[in-house]
């Protein structure tokens, strides 16, 4: 396996969240607008991407039978460091994320790559593999975060700078927006909808290779 | 907030599953029979109840007495890892029927947000002891009901007319938004019309 297919296959082909479907919680909890979208993505990046390296440095130190445990005080580690400086450097971020940001350690994405790649691949590896799939991670959020505040608020929110107010509003929507979208049940049906268009999607792909 | 309020706060308004999202991959996992939908929500009942008791103690006694409340997200985790080994080994030991219809689900519990999340919910939102325990319980009956109540649904979309890209998860999801959509009439204003906030 090349550097660049370890990098890559997180955006597409094993994407944590459409095909894999790890890590629900966060991904449907904090989407409701694309600022929280990015906040969350770029966490669970920054401690896919240290506890991905961390392991893969330890894992001919770490005895197999209590792996998981050590594997677990790694990961809820930098948790706490991400937790510490979204509290300091952008306390909105942090408020808006509430419950969702300690569960990155529950986060089955984090632990699965630590298990399933990390511990068993040298340190660039598993530190490519944490870069793509975090990057697949906060693009899926960016995507059902970005359909559900176009749809349920009329506008999108990033953050604030200079001149910017950080809301981009979207002129018909912005008047009538459809609130579903941006509480739970919304969340509910879109995950529904954009997974059966990928499942579709796939189909259709393997279809055409049997034709090839 | 009173107890009662507590009760139905965690089981009708903010539902686990249908209105905060925790505990959604065993939700979706573990809901395709209606027999291991219930041995899962007794699994998580158990185990929310006597975590929210032990996390509120750990950090009651523990952490804040000597300020390292930063500590509380690796104490938790480690608390519910060792916490699920001990409630496995103690199952297995006293009641093998029990450990029989729990046992394969206990393992998957350490990792799921579910129980990490009502630990901290029941810190952030300042419970105390009884408070903590009814919270844990009551958040883990709604899982209970919300799990079994999809795989009863699954059960009759097994044979249903499904179109093949939305087959399995997919119509999953969407069965439970319209749950969902159904328990958005449970909300804050319930608790207040009845007096209990």
């Known amino acids: ?212 | 907030m009173s107890y009662l309020g507590i009760v139905i706060t965690y089981v009708f308004v903010s539902n686990f599953i249908l209105v905060q999202f925790l505990g959604l991959c065993p939700f979706i996992g573990v809901s395709k029979n209606s027999e291991s939908a219930i041995g899962m929500g007794l699994a998580v009942t158990f185990v929310t109840s006597v975590a929210s008791v032990v996390c509120y103690m750990v950090y009651t006694f523990l952490l804040a007495p000597f300020a390292l409340e930063y500590l509380r997200t690796v104490a938790f985790i480690l608390v519910i890892a060792a916490l699920v080994q001990l409630v496995e080994m103690v199952i297995r030991k006293m009641s093998p029927s029990l450990y029989k219809a729990l046992g394969i689900f206990l393992p998957l519990i350490t990792t799921n947000c579910a129980v990490l999340g009502i630990a901290i919910i029941n810190i952030d939102e300042g419970y105390n002891l009884l408070g903590s325990f009814l919270a844990g319980f009551s958040a883990g009956l709604g899982f209970t009901m919300a799990i079994v109540l999809m795989s009863n649904i699954r059960e009759k979309l097994d044979t249903a007319p499904v179109r093949k890209a939305f087959k399995g998860v997919p119509i999953a999801f969407i069965s439970a938004g319209l749950m969902a959509l159904a328990f958005m009439a449970f909300d804050k204003g319930l608790l207040t019309n009845l007096g209990l906030v």
Do not use: W
């Open chain 1, 1 to 212: 396996m090349s550097h660049k297919y370890e990098l890559t296959k997180g955006i597409f082909k094993e994407n944590p969240v459409f095909i894999i479907m790890l890590g629900m919680c966060p991904t449907l909890g904090v989407t409701t607008q694309v600022s929280n979208a990015i906040g969350m993505g770029g966490s669970v990046l920054f401690v896919l991407l240290c506890s991905n390296i961390m392991i893969s440095l330890l894992r001919k130190v770490i005895p197999d039978s209590i792996r998981i445990p050590a594997y677990i005080v790694i990961i809820a580690s930098f948790v706490t460091i991400v937790e510490m400086v979204l509290h300091a450097f952008v306390p909105s971020v942090f408020d808006a994320l509430g419950v969702y940001l300690p569960l990155i350690v529950v986060n089955c994405i984090i632990l699965g790559r630590a298990e399933a790649f990390a511990n068993k691949n040298t340190v660039l590896d598993s530190a490519l593999d944490a870069i793509g799939m975090g990057i697949g991670f906060t693009l899926s959020l960016i995507l059902i975060a970005s359909i559900r505040e176009v749809f349920g608020a009329g506008q999108i929110t990033l953050f604030a700078m200079g001149n910017f107010s950080g809301v981009i509003k979207i002129p018909v929507l912005n008047g009538y927006p459809i609130r579903i979208m941006t509480l739970a049940p919304g969340a509910l049906l879109l995950m529904g909808f954009l997974k059966a268009f990928f499942e579709f999607n796939t189909a259709r792909k393997a279809k055409k290779e049997a034709k090839v």
